[in-house]
């Protein structure tokens, strides 16, 4: 085995097998002819001027060495500090509005209530008539390379070269509006109350950062890395997190409305009383996440992967769930009022009480479901599998089971007045007490099921006679 990283931050790499080394070699000498690092010092004179004054709009300071240097209310807007290294700066309050600071060195640097409008904390070029690759970002990085062989100690040192490094960094309430830290290392960093809002975080890695309270409005974090991230109260309402890893983060009570989630990951993910109206949530793993309480009314979650999640109280309505996977999820008292599953897959799930009037459930598989109490008024359930679910005291008036598989299914005291029943397989079932007052029967199987007390009054279809005596 072999690794690569900064510090903390660094990923095992497999070695690739012998076949592809000749080819690593090869590579490796075109590679390294465009990672030769241009010669360029910072401007003495300016170096000077903010040892002196505390300011520098405009300067030169490239790959200044400024280590714990005490930059506070600094005036460096438009300064170039590309590659600076300003591990342990205190540049608290630092006017830093469109500064360069591509490859800066800002570990455990702190930058509270810094103005970094428009800056540029991205990937450097360190080459202008060889630029280096930008699209990577940490995890990418090493994967693409890994597949490559052992990491040569030119790819180590150019990765350390061109990532601005921002790890346990203090931005608490900064001011990032649309600054560009595109590949970021920004894990651990402290980002509470920040102001982030059409920022470029795409590939940013951000595991373990606190963004409380932090504002990401139309943010851009596709690919962004925020495993185990805090974003209590966050606010990323239009936000592009496209195939964001968000795995065991924390999003209690965020405000995600709009917000595009697509293909992110949120497995385990805590995600309480947050709102995601008209969020698209499309292909979204958010495997045992918790999400008792959020509200997703008209959100797309198409193909959504929500195995095993905690979904007390969610709201629904008006959500697209066709071919969502729900099987053994908690959903008592969920909120699906018109909202569509079809083909959803909800095998063992728990939606005791849940509220799904006029909802769309045909072909769903809801085998094993705890349907108990559950208002399914109007709903469309036809050609829906409900194979030994529970609807005791259910209410299914009107609603359309046509083509149903019901066998072995508990329909206790349960409301199916008015309800269409066509071509259903209720065999065994327990129909005790169960309402079909004026339900449309016809073709309806009703072999080995328990009807005690069963209310057949102008039920259309039904044939009394076939009906065995108790």
Request: proline share 2%.
């Amino acid at each position: 085995m072999s690794s690569i990283g900064v510090g903390k931050d660094t990923i095992s790499v497999k070695p690739a097998p012998t076949f592809l080394k000749t080819l690593v070699l090869g590579i490796s000498l075109l590679i390294t002819q465009g990672f030769t690092h241009a010669t360029h010092a910072a401007n003495p004179e300016h170096l000077e001027q903010l040892k002196t004054t505390n300011t520098c709009p405009q300067c030169d300071l490239t790959d200044a060495d400024l280590t714990n240097a005490n930059l506070q209310q600094a005036e460096l807007s438009g300064a170039n500090l590309k590659g600076a290294i300003l591990t342990g700066a205190n540049l608290n309050q630092a006017n830093l509005s469109q500064a360069e600071l591509n490859g800066a060195k800002l570990a455990g640097a702190t930058l509270a209530r810094a103005n970094l409008r428009e800056a540029k904390l991205g990937l450097r070029e360190l080459d202008a008539d060889n630029p280096l690759p930008s699209q990577v970002e940490p995890d990418n990085l090493y994967n693409t390379l890994s597949w490559l062989g052992y990491f040569p100690a030119f790819i180590a040192n150019w990765y350390a070269a061109v990532v601005t490094d921002l790890r346990d960094t203090n931005l608490q309430g900064a001011d990032l509006y649309r600054a560009n830290l595109d590949g970021a290392l920004l894990s651990r960093a402290n980002l509470q109350d920040a102001q982030l809002d059409y920022a470029n975080l795409v590939r940013t890695y951000l595991r373990e950062a606190t963004l409380t309270n932090a504002n990401l409005v139309s943010a851009d974090l596709r690919n962004a890395n925020l495993t185990d991230a805090q974003l209590e109260v966050a606010d990323i309402r239009s936000a592009d997190l496209r195939g964001a890893k968000l795995n065991n983060a924390n999003l209690d009570t965020v405000n995600a409305d709009s917000a595009n989630l697509s293909g992110a990951n949120l497995s385990q993910a805590y995600i309480t009383n947050a709102d995601f109206n008209g969020a698209i949530l499309v292909r979204t793993t958010l495997r045992e996440a918790v999400l008792n309480g959020s509200n997703f009314q008209i959100a797309d979650l198409t193909q959504a992967n929500l195995q095993g999640a905690q979904l007390k109280g969610i709201g629904f309505n008006r959500a697209n769930l066709t071919k969502a996977n729900l099987e053994g999820a908690d959903l008592t008292n969920a909120k699906l009022a018109i909202a569509d599953l079809t083909n959803a897959q909800l095998t063992g799930a728990i939606l005791h009480s849940a509220y799904l009037h006029s909802a769309t459930l045909a072909n769903a598989n809801l085998s094993g479901v705890d349907l108990q109490g559950a208002q399914l008024r109007e709903a469309n359930l036809s050609n829906v599998t409900l194979v030994g679910a529970t609807l005791e005291d259910a209410n299914l008036i009107r609603s359309t089971l046509t083509g149903a598989n019901l066998t072995y299914t508990n329909l206790t005291r349960c409301d199916l007045r008015g309800a269409n029943l066509t071509g259903a397989d209720l065999s065994y079932a327990n129909l005790t007490q169960a309402n079909f007052s004026q339900a449309v029967l016809m073709d309806a199987s009703f072999q080995g099921a328990n009807l005690s007390d069963a209310n057949f009054k102008s039920a259309i279809g039904f044939n009394r006679y076939a009906v065995p005596r108790q």
